[in-house]
């Protein structure tokens, strides 16, 4: 009897083991770049940069060809990222000021919370831009809510924006390092008394503003906005990439014997672009590219940090970016003048702020070694879609309206995505039914002649074949009627009463 009892506790024992390496609890690292246009990796089709680190998640996971955030603009695909609801449902859901409230509601599930009910730590480092407390924000005292209110046990963030103040770091509601006696005040309306801005004080600047960027200097870098104050606190733009990857590796060595969520949101290679000096002429771009480098060698220095803490086996990422590409976003850094024949949108057309396919057509990888086998997927994936993946993944029953469960097909196991997808750019929204965009008629300059970007606007409609059109060059709206039809019902099916003011359709 003795015997059998003994070995019933080994068979248990080793079950429990087992479980504590369960595959379908492995730790989610979310990498989340900022304004990564889908020509700017090289596994994408990059000539003129070179990605080694973001080519290997790409060459041995599943990269997408028609992977999508749900916006053409950073806060709005944050929020979906988060939610897994589309951001033209909560109106805030905008660029914002760096002194915006928070706009993911505090009772909302988020893909935090779900992971943390399935028994995840979860912690956010990096970029945030989805807004803090409740519009009157006291920076020296705890700031709230914010992440760890949707879900997050750490945080440790900027409040909105590199070119945005307040240029300090936040940990868990406080700002990091703080001294009380030199407290912080902001406002996105006027300066204070004595500060220098890019506006008046050109002589402190070591980058010149283009457009915008023309309040508070902080390390010769006009910002957006006025700050006085937390002169102990304000972080370095330089090591900004190397103190955000700290932070990062010391997580996961804290958390490697638990399964963890990391959404580790980047700030490159969105403006100011301040590549450590290690990366200066890392490429023949400028500033732009060199930070592009900067941030795959983040990525390379994440997977060795994994690799070290032998998590690499039980650990899923998905490596993605929040919108487009755009070169000139409000300085003068050479990202135009040395962009020479780099296509930062690669065969796409427009950009951020775009509705054309630039606008929301980014790179997109999972990763998993050891469950992923390498594989090219034309599959139509959305950030939206992570939402109900991951929780089928890790076992939970919550899902959100409007996240598919693709699970296989992130997996690699299915070719079946999308059918159709409504994409955001500002406001304006489109569809994507099949291989088939329609943009609406909308008001407004076809192009943002500060960016140099093609927006899609017009005043008439739009519909593109991407099957056979994926530069969006010949607009099928007129010699495809019954198409477009078909595609503007669908389209006020899905807006409904909120797209009421869409234009009637005249055939000529």
């Known amino acids: 009897?003795?015997?059998?009892?003994?070995?019933?506790?080994?068979?248990?024992?080793?079950n429990l083991v087992g479980c504590a390496k369960d595959p379908q609890n492995p730790n989610i690292i979310i990498i989340y770049t900022d304004d990564l246009g889908y020509g700017d990796v090289s596994a994408y089709g990059a000539t003129e940069i070179s990605t080694p680190n973001m080519d290997f998640l790409a060459n041995h996971g599943v990269q997408f060809s028609q992977g999508y955030?749900?916006?053409?603009?950073?806060?709005?695909?944050?929020?979906?990222?988060?939610?897994?609801?589309?951001?033209?449902?909560?109106?805030?859901?905008?660029?914002?000021?760096?002194?915006?409230?928070?706009?993911?509601?505090?009772?909302?599930?988020?893909l935090p919370k779900m992971l943390k009910n399935q028994g995840y730590e979860t912690a956010v480092i990096g970029k945030w831009h989805l807004g803090l407390g409740t519009g009157q924000v006291d920076w020296n005292s705890h700031i709230s809510p914010?992440?760890?209110?949707?879900?997050?046990?750490?945080?440790?963030?900027?409040?909105?924006?590199?070119?945005?103040?307040?240029?300090?770091?936040?940990?868990?509601?406080?700002?990091d390092g703080l001294d009380p006696s030199d407290p912080i005040e902001i406002s996105y309306k006027r300066n204070y008394e004595g500060q220098a801005t890019g506006k008046n004080n050109p002589e402190l600047l070591s980058m010149m503003w283009h457009h915008g960027h023309n309040g508070t200097i902080v390390n010769g870098v006009p910002r957006i906005g006025f700050m006085k104050g937390g002169e102990s606190a304000k972080w370095s733009d330089i090591d900004m990439a190397d103190h955000f990857l700290n932070k990062v590796?010391?997580?996961?060595?804290?958390?490697?014997?638990?399964?963890?969520?990391?959404?580790y949101g980047m700030q490159q290679p969105h403006v100011p672009r301040t590549p450590h000096p290690r990366f200066v002429?890392?490429?023949?771009?400028?500033?732009?590219?060199?930070?592009?480098?900067e941030?795959?060698?983040?990525?390379?220095?994440?997977?060795?940090?994994?690799?070290?803490e032998g998590l690499m086996e039980n650990t899923l990422i998905v490596f993605s970016s929040d919108n487009g590409p755009v070169l000139n976003d409000g300085y003068y850094d050479d990202a135009v003048e040395k962009n020479g024949?780099?296509?930062?949108?690669?065969?796409l057309r427009g950009g951020k702020y775009s509705l054309f396919e630039a606008g929301t057509r980014v790179p997109f990888i999972t990763y998993w070694k050891g469950k992923i086998q390498p594989k090219k997927s034309d599959a139509l994936v959305s950030q939206l879609d992570l939402f109900s993946s991951l929780a089928r993944l890790t076992g939970s029953d919550l899902r959100a309206d409007d996240s598919l469960d693709l699970l296989d097909t992130f997996m690699g196991n299915s070719d079946l995505g999308r059918k159709e997808l409504i994409l955001e750019a500002t406001t304006r929204t489109a569809l994507r039914s099949g291989d088939w965009v329609m943009i609406p008629p909308y008001i407004g300059p076809a192009k943002l002649k500060a960016v140099n970007i093609e927006i899609g606007n017009s005043n008439n409609y739009q519909l593109y074949d991407l099957s056979q059109d994926i530069s969006q060059q010949v607009n099928l709206a007129k010699s495809k009627p019954e198409k477009l039809n078909e595609m503007i019902l669908r389209f006020k099916e899905i807006r409904g009463e909120d797209y009421k003011k869409i234009k009637k359709l005249e055939l000529k």
Request: charged letters at 20%; one cysteine or more.
């Open 341 to 347: 024949s780099h296509t930062a949108a690669g065969v």
């Open 146 to 175: 914010g992440p760890n209110e949707i879900g997050f046990d750490h945080a440790y963030i900027m409040a909105a924006t590199q070119d945005r103040v307040p240029t300090v770091y936040i940990e868990n509601g406080y700002v």
């Open 69 to 110: 955030a749900s916006s053409a603009t950073c806060t709005p695909s944050r929020y979906a990222l988060l939610t897994g609801t589309y951001p033209w449902k909560e109106k805030r859901a905008r660029i914002l000021p760096g002194t915006a409230p928070l706009i993911i509601d505090t009772a909302q599930i988020t």
């Open 249 to 263: 590796k010391k997580y996961i060595k804290s958390k490697k014997d638990k399964p963890f969520f990391l959404y």
């Open 281 to 293: 002429g890392a490429t023949s771009l400028g500033p732009r590219g060199d930070v592009i480098a």
């Open 295 to 308: 941030a795959d060698w983040c990525v390379g220095e994440l997977m060795k940090t994994l690799h070290e």
């Open 1 to 14: 009897m003795k015997k059998y009892t003994f070995l019933f506790i080994v068979f248990i024992a080793l």
